[in-house]
DNA sequence: TAACGCCTCCTCCTTTTGAAGGAGAAAAAG
DNA sequence: CTTTTTCTCCTTCAAAAGGAGGAGGCGTTA
């Protein structure tokens, strides 16, 4: 504010003369009613300005690097590419890139993936039009910006050791109401040994039994319904 | 396709004296990015035309009321009033007023609510953009549309018998993971007691252990994570 | 090579769950 | 006022799940 009154007459005359160039953003999601709403949404402010549009990740890629925006707002699950391998290859080429991702769910497990890809920021699909300018400003000034819900998923699975790829199977089967016994069977291992993978499930997810396992898993999207 | 080329000549002239009126569209949907990107939709067919924009179900009910669109793209979740009470509302007041629906997940329990309400037709927030218009018009045309998906779940539910309100609490806990004798602690009856609801339950939801209970239900959307 | 994580399997034991039967009381619907 | 539904509780019994602890094979990595 002081900066601003500092220098107003200064600053008019320079934005008269040559205009701060609008924020150049990419936009990358499948589901065309979001991807349409964040062009409108965006399209409609003076500072910003969307170079291209995507719906899927592999297209997301070819695009930032024919565009070289300034920001790319990446959905998270999109068909023939991830938003996490996405924002990593586009990373990997140039990491100064700023991406913001995209998420319906708030408790989606692939939040860790993206922090960790290098994402700067998260947008929920419910987020209010305020919160999405603001979010992209802020992350176009080097900021980052995470919604408190996030901060909390970030340290729980952070801090949780991540399931093994058999743990992950015995994990989805169990979620499908598989008995110990269908268990073994179908993965060709002794019912001890589901056991096994049981105990070690319950330790990591924190519970104490099966039923509270799959609500467990259902709640942090560690399996698809 | 034979009617139009039999009356070819004579439509053009109708349509270059009087052009068929657009379809009146009404939407409601509380997530800005997906209001926004109908509205951008639809907007740009010459067919169509977007009469007004509601953020609730309450606004929807109002709007709806003051403009009278030919259809209203109502979103299932929406705050102060949900979509089946806004449809429930309007076609109280207007039985032929004709109402999609909108809704994320394909397995959301509330789709049965919705066509008992009277609701014509869903679509899914992935539709395509064609998907979209063609509902839309078939539903102006008095056709219903439904997809496929939709079809099972409302065979499903229709059938079952609902669960009474003691088997839904019990339910509930179910899907927090609670033990029998947690159950029966936390709502006063004895052990044998849920046992016995839990019993109707698998009964009603044609499953085999408490497991899978929980799994369906999630699926089901019968419980709220 | 040694340490480590992962997957596999074992035994012994306790607790929990689920099936199947019946049965009484209260409330809602007819 | 009946009938139906719902909720409550009982017994008995078999099966499933879970806890504790140990152990061998295998591949990777320090």
Chains 1, 2 share one sequence.
Not at 15 to 25: C, K, L, Q
Not at 86 to 110: F, K, M, S
Not at 140 to 153: D, K, M, Q, R
Request: aromatic fraction near 4%; hydrophobic fraction near 45%.
């Amino acid at each position: 504010m002081k900066f601003e009154r500092k220098s107003l007459c200064g600053a008019a005359n320079v934005e008269r003369e040559a205009p701060a160039p609008p924020i150049r953003v990419l936009i990358a999601d499948d589901h065309v009613m979001v991807l349409e709403g964040l062009v409108a949404i965006i399209s409609r402010q003076k500072d910003m300005a969307v170079v291209a549009q995507a719906a899927n990740g592999q297209e997301c890629v070819e695009l930032w690097h024919e565009h070289r925006p300034d920001i790319a707002l990446v959905d998270l699950r999109m068909p023939r590419l991830d938003g996490v391998a996405a924002i990593e290859l586009i990373r990997r080429a140039d990491p100064a890139a700023r991406a913001i991702v995209l998420t319906t769910y708030d408790t989606d497990n692939d939040i860790v993936g993206a922090v960790k890809a290098g994402a700067k920021a998260f947008l929920l699909k419910d987020a209010r039009r305020d919160d999405i300018l603001d979010c992209i400003r802020r992350v176009h000034a080097g900021e980052t910006c995470l919604p408190p819900a996030f901060t909390s998923i970030l340290a729980a699975n952070l801090s949780n050791q991540p399931l093994t790829c058999r743990e992950q199977n015995v994990l989805e089967m169990l979620a499908r109401g598989k008995s110990n016994k269908e268990i073994a069977t179908e993965l060709h291992i002794s019912e001890t040994t589901v056991k096994s993978h049981l105990r070690s499930i319950f330790f990591k997810l924190n519970v104490l039994s099966r039923t509270e396992a799959v609500a467990v898993a259902s709640r942090r999207g560690l399996v698809k319904l």
